[in-house]
């Protein structure tokens, strides 16, 4: 379920605070993955953490959401997306990447990624590089002041990309009626390993989620 919500006032001030107590959360959990590919403890250990981590995931799940996190909108252009497989503060999914926005309208990310993203030994798995790619375009997409769905996503995949310390980016190409034409990268410290080019379309009949905010 998608859900767009309002945060009213009390919820907007409180946001920080949230993001102080959900952070360090989510990046526990990312610790404890990168702890469960390449743990060579003692089985009986393994055991005895399954069962802590039974208790935990019970706490956790004693009071929670419906359905899916959604996306709370804050004010028009600013929304809070914490359960984003790529940016969510709230998803140890997330590598997760900060989104940064230049005045030209590019958008770019420095962002690390470890063991949990593997495809071919010590690089990034093709998909993981896809999904960054899909969700960074479809930022620069927003950053333009449209909106879409990813329609077709085009990745060219030139060299591996190493795991370790990574860069994305991506602009906006052109507009042309509901498609929005977005170009991006992923790059090392030697130059792009991975290039995308992506068509964002508007569905037929929706606007502009911030025109109904
Ligand atoms: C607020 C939250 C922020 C939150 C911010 C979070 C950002 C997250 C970013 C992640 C993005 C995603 O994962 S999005 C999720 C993955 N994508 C999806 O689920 C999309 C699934 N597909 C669809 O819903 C639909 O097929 C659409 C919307 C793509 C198109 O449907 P439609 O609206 O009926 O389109 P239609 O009238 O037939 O065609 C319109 C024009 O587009 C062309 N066209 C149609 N489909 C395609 C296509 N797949 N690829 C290229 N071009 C296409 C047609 O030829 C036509 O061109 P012409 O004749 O006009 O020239």
Redesign the pocket.
């Known amino acids: 379920m998608t859900r767009?919500l309002e945060d009213t006032a009390t919820e907007r001030l409180e946001a920080d605070e949230r993001e102080g107590l959900y952070g360090p959360l989510a990046e526990a959990v990312r610790a404890l993955v990168d702890a469960s590919i390449r743990t060579e403890v003692d089985d009986h250990v393994i055991r005895q953490a399954t069962a802590d981590l039974e208790r935990i995931a019970g706490h956790l799940r004693a009071h929670q959401l419906p359905g899916s996190y959604g996306?709370h909108s804050e004010a028009p252009g600013r929304?809070r997306?914490w359960g984003?497989p790529v940016i969510g503060v709230r998803n140890p999914i997330a590598p997760p990447l900060t989104l940064q926005h230049a005045p030209d309208g590019l958008v770019w990310s420095e962002f690390r990624v470890g063991t949990a993203y593997e495809g071919p030994p010590g690089r990034l798995h093709g998909g993981m590089a896809a999904l960054i790619l899909?969700?960074v375009l479809?930022?620069a997409v927003?950053a333009s002041g449209h909106?879409g769905?990813?329609?077709?996503l085009t990745l060219r995949y030139r060299r591996g990309t190493p795991l370790g310390r990574l860069r994305t980016e991506a602009r906006i190409d052109r507009v042309e009626?509901?498609?929005a034409y977005v170009v991006g990268s992923i790059a090392d410290d030697e130059g792009i390993t991975v290039e995308a080019e992506a068509?964002f379309?508007l569905?037929?009949g929706y606007v502009h989620?911030d025109a109904t905010a």
């Open positions: 767009y996306v929304r997306t984003s899909d969700h479809g930022e927003s909106w769905l990813t329609g077709t009626g509901r498609k068509i379309i569905p037929k989620p």
